[in-house]
């Protein structure tokens, strides 16, 4: 964009204040940004950095429990800190939209999504409803939605959360707006659909030559998206630059450290030549209470010590067969074998020295731990009832397991896990597995709710206590990274299916199963052409779910995998 | 559709399953009660043969089990036997009775329902605001006020020192509809004041239970009016719990309903009960249960089926 450059959005010293224990806070510190007409910035940084806080202050809005307390918000020369309430909401849906992180739940689930896009048109009068329909069956077709004649008269749960994303960023552009706030709009999507939502994105705003502010956690991401980049840490920027220039060369250590962060790799560990797997999953169908078949013929070994991670998207039935390893899903067909012996198929039916081998850490801490028990007890209660212990042992217990994950005990004792960062929840959640003393642990998601910075410290603590304990993981996610840093072996899932399964350096080196390649080839890259190069190579029509499609079941490769 | 009709099928047959269980219930805890019907009816002074005879009459010879058999499949057909004190067909009655209560039910409904929903809503659009006070305070001095002592206070003001409408609410088979509604006014209106809070406040609690839900700050971010924000998105997905507190009171509004039928002296089911119950009118106290509790069943099946009439997932499958 080397044309005139009109200033669209100037935000100058910008203060925003959070209630929280009665009293009001500084949680953005004096920020300025400058967006120009058609441009689009990055804004990343950890969460609680207050990108979405900034976000929704260039709409002018605070959401409930935080205040505008000082500066000054112009956009395209209007004052939005002492305009009206009603000049503000004035210009939101018209000169300035939204996309929200979940297009699933920010989608009225009682309207039909025609009707939610028209809304914004039709409030401010600009088109008639027929009109406005058929606009949004234009941006349906523009954003390569399926079936844009119809699928806007659908209800969101009706559509899939890729199709929705790309619904949500046709709405924001029903009034075509100047600029639009993309708040994480792909976290909660599949690489491979992400893809698809990065596309329509970018392809869109530059037709409309509309500005934009997109805010992420993921650099891989905004360095696809933005002109330039502004980094965040705790309401306050930490620097700003064109993308290539903050890429190649940042200036702040806090940056660099954020750059740097896939570094952690664990050294690859590989089968015993002969042994027998701890944990063997044979030939499992399961399906939930009168539901459709989620698993087919799942199998997979995992051994002593190890590190087996089950990747595939949403929906490809990882967690089911957690639920199965764990006897908490009994499967229609097939077994689970711990040391070549039958496991009992329901947890009811399994010995305690049986159920303790097999434990669980889950994705959100925040919902696994009970907010209103003490830390002590919530690692205590599976040692005592385990182990039998009392008292003294069982404090010395709780003691020796804080200090194995790095918390001091003394100071987390009595604490109660809403005191507690998502990191330190998380290591409680590792403390109350390792209480048990398992010898293998389901890993659900583990890292995926927390920022990257944290989670390395996460897995580098597994790791650790794998090294000390010879624990086996199972670890289940959909981030190809964590994979990288961590697997040993990997388990590729599509559909309820094994698709591909061997030693991760393996995996990682051609050739693959199409749907592997998939997979491989849809986790951003750094690199800024990284998504232009990739749909030069494959074709607009040829990402994310089109893609998935198209994987013919009788290609030799996808049929020779399971053999 | 079809799953829906299913449901209801399910839930109909469940309700029919929990009315046979109530019914037996009903029948034992009357057996329960101590006394001897036969005793009752016929006084002190009865001498033991007329006591046998007629025991034999009213089938109390017969074992608990046949008499609950015959009176179940007289049930069915509603026909409850006849009354021991009045020897009048039980169902012919209370009949009417139950007619009359329906009535004032509904009259109660009809004003109460939507004004707590609209109330409700408003005092959503305007929480903690004065307005928003007020209506709290009011509604809920009014359902904690007995309600017999609002009856009284409304026939105070509006029957003796206004003159509006009548205190007694006694009915005349030759009225007309718009006499009826004029008549029976005080004893809806005292209805209308206990019921209205609980909905208003459900409501209320639901719209602003969904305020912190990601679309309706969407909807906020779309520039969409307060007012806009809250009946158009935020009431469609509140109607569940809000149906529920609404078939409760209904059902209250049938079954509850004994102090007002007394202070106004309006010929309803609740009286009816109440002086079976003193006369040991065992058929009729029998039937009144069973009409209670046949009400609560659809009245909740109703509001089941209304909660899932008002969820698009259920509506309309994937």
Redesign the interface.
Known sequence: MTKKKEVLLKIRDLKIQGYSDETWIDIIKGVDLTLHRGEVMGLIGESGAGKSTIG?AC?G?A??GTRISEGSIEFDGMELTTASESER??????RI??V???AA???????KIIDQHT??PL??RLKKRLEAQEDAMDLYERLRLPNPQEIGF??P??VSGGQLQRAMTA?AMACRPDLIIFDEPTTALDVTTQIEVLAAIRDIVEQFNTAAIYITHDLAVVAQMADTIKVLLKGEEVEEASTKEMLDNPKEDYTKSLWAVRSFESPQRYRPKDGVPLISVRNVDAAYTGGEKVLDDVSFDIYEGMTVAVVGESGSGKSTTARVITGLLPPMKGEVLFKGKPFPASYRDRTKDQLRQCQMIYQMADTALNPKVRISEIIGRPAAFYSGLKGVALKNRVDELLDLIELEPSQYYNRYPPELSGGQKQRIGIARALAAEPTFIVCDEVTSALDQLVAEGILRLLDRLQNEMNLAYMFITHDLATVRSIADEVVVMQHGKVVEQGPKDEMFKPPHHPYTDLLLSSVPEMDPNWLTTLLEERGVDNVGDAASARIDPNDPKVTGANA | MGDILGLVAKRLGLGLIILLVISVIIFFMVELLPGDIAQAVLGQGATPENLAALRKEMGLDQPAVVRYLGWLKGAVVFDFGNSIVTGASVSETIGERFANTLFLATYAAVIAVPVSIVLGVLVALLRNSIFDRVANVATLTSISSPEFFLGYILILYFAVNWGMFPAIASLRADMSFVDLLHRTFLPALTLVLVVTAHMMRMTRAAIINLLASPYIEMARLKGTPPWKVIVRHALPNAWAPIINVVALNLAYLITGVVLVEVVFVYPGIGQALVDAVSKRDFPVVQACCLIFAATFILLNLAADVGAILTNPRLRHPK
């Open positions: 929704a709409m809005y959401r409930d909401r004035a210009l939101r849906g018209s939209a939204y929200a992180q979940s739940a920010s989608f009225n689930p009682a309207h809304e914004a409030q401010y659908r209800y749960h009706q709405m």
